[in-house]
């Protein structure tokens, strides 16, 4: 098997993950797939590329190679809903967001498989690089990079505004440093809300703990800020624009969390 996920290593301790921008389909499930599943259109098409400036910034990242529909590195290993209440797609989706069948038949997934192989390494690696971080700064951020289709009908309402912050209802992050972030979203070209549809998945709820000094933060962007989501070609003029609220946001979040672990 081919590297499950790419790891950049930087200089300040700051994690961005980008969990769904993915496109492999491992040999043996992309055959037993539709077409509407090869297609893969839940991708967070480009978030990788959308974030690279931040290799300059110090920060590591880490992005998935493999697509989220072969498993949901933002969903928990044991598969327990994460919206109450809502439709979700779940750790290994059998349908689309859109309600596409996957899956040509009611073939049998290896959950217990695929979790093993792919999604076990992706968070051993984000559980390290927190204890490091830790270790060496007394600090660790984590930044949970998504972005989807700014109309999913079956998901939410209407246009999805362009930043989604989330922090778990405040459970994943300082207030504090949380407002400072925000700050500069609601001061910025872009629509912003603020633990809305989008409080955060499995990755901000399972490693926020700011108690411990662990803080996360998840951006979902609405995709046309920064691609034509009719073709899924990058807008290379829109992406530098939002580029520029994402660096801010950044810089607010690590500057926040040094001036925190000072006091
Ligand atoms: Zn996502």
Redesign the pocket.
């Known amino acids: 098997m081919t590297d499950t996920f790419t790891f950049h290593r930087g200089s300040i301790p700051l994690l961005i993950s980008v969990?769904?921008d993915g496109r492999k389909l491992p040999d043996d499930v992309a055959p037993a797939m539709t077409k509407a599943g090869r297609d893969i259109p839940d991708t967070?098409w480009h978030v990788s590329r959308l974030y690279e400036f931040a290799h300059g910034l110090g920060a590591s990242t880490i992005s998935a190679q493999l697509s989220?529909y072969v498993v949901d590195l933002?969903r928990p290993a044991d598969d327990t809903n994460l919206y109450e209440g809502q439709i979700a797609t779940g750790l290994c989706p059998r349908q689309t967001f859109d309600g596409r069948d996957i899956y040509s038949d009611d073939i049998a997934i290896d959950v217990t498989a695929r979790v093993e192989q792919f999604w076990r390494p992706y968070h051993a690696r984000i559980t390290d690089t927190l204890a490091e971080f830790r270790q060496s700064h007394g600090y660790a951020l984590l930044w949970d990079a998504?972005?989807?289709a700014s109309r999913v009908p079956r998901l939410f309402d209407g246009d999805l505004p362009i930043l989604n912050i989330g922090t778990w209802g405040g459970r994943s992050c300082d207030a504090g440093i949380a407002g400072d972030v925000i700050e500069i979203a609601e001061n910025s070209p872009f629509e912003t809300v603020v633990n809305a549809r989008f409080q955060g998945g499995y990755i901000t709820r399972h490693y926020g703990r700011p108690a411990d000094n662990i803080q996360v933060i998840q951006l979902?962007l609405a995709q046309r800020a920064y691609m034509d989501e009719a073709t899924r070609n990058y807008d290379a003029a829109k992406a530098s624009k939002l580029r520029v609220t994402l660096e801010r946001m950044l810089m607010a979040f690590v500057g926040a969390a040094k001036r925190h672990i000072a006091r």
Do not use: M, W, Y
Request: hydrophobic share 10%; net charge negative; charged share 35%.
């Open positions: 969990p769904h967070d989220r933002n998504h972005s989807i979902e």
